[in-house]
């Protein structure tokens, strides 16, 4: 996949070969959406659905961004859950509530860092219309937001927010393989929100409202004893080298974010939601008399054998101003057509 990634930012010629392949992913993406939404019209919810997902291949900041909307939410008075498809988990049965204390292992790592930074309800199913009905029917909620699942047309969603790396926007503009996108660009016409992570140069030409949204490092959190270390006061004494370890879908920004420290970075880099194991430290190439530094979604798979030279980067988000006064008169549009749907 980073072979794919490279190639599609740099739009590498030989990408044009599997034109062909594109071409018919974008047909059975534009057969598939017409079966959904016109001939199996999915059934609506009985209380309001938010879909956060993206239409590009790799990560684009989706889960940090559900986090600080569903705390969002919380302060506004609401009782939001959660669904998610649980990718890297394999529970035994679904629907599967996470827990704070669930296994990674089953929940998958977003699903269970999400529970654990919200305290809200989530509920993790491949087949996640069947996560909303048990999140309704299970928990008392008057929101459900879905972490990923904008290309999810089983479930019905009443808004859709579409988010985008502000550094590789759409990359090529080819639809997979040949490409990044999982639908065409145009599809961001369709959507409620565009929210871009990072860059403010990058714009796009579209009239679906934008907000900006950028992730700041806030301090490094000590996985074993729990210490903080402001991120801002660096230099301080954890090591000479920060042995970074990642396994996200969009490593490089990870990587630049800990460039910011005044000192010497080796990267390690693992596929997206790898399942960490003691194994992967017990190696001559990850010293044990350096710090460990990762994201908090990759720390919480290695708890059970991290020793104190483990560290995890706490960050804050900010948002543009005018986002979620926009998106709480959305919601309760939705809520209101709800109510006259259901003739109450």
Known sequence: ???????????????FALWPFSLLFSVIVAIRKSIFSVNIRPASFTVPVVVVGNITMGGTGKTPFVISLANYLVEQGFSPGIVSRGYGGSSASYPLLVGADENPI????????IARRTNCPVVVDPD???AVKHLISSSDIDLVISDDGLQHYQMYRDIEICMV??????GNSFCFPAGPLREPIDRIETVDF?????SASNTLNSSTPMAQMIMKPKSLVNLLTGEIKPF?????????NLQAVCAIGNPERFYKMLEELPYSLTQYSFPDHYQF?????????????HPVVMTEKDAIKCTEFATNNFWYIDIEIDISDDFYPRLLERIKECKALIVSRSGT
């Open 128 to 130: 996640r219309a069947s």
């Open 1 to 15: 996949m980073k072979i794919l990634l490279r190639a599609w930012n740099k739009n590498s010629r030989w990408l």
């Open 232 to 240: 801002s006061g660096a230099p301080f004494n954890i090591g000479n």
């Open 194 to 198: 565009v929210v871009m992570n990072g």
């Open 277 to 289: 194991k003691s194994e992967d430290f017990n190696t001559e190439l990850i010293s044990e008399h």
């Open 165 to 170: 790396d502000g550094d590789r926007l759409f």
């Open 106 to 113: 089953n929940s998958g790592d977003e699903p269970l860092l």
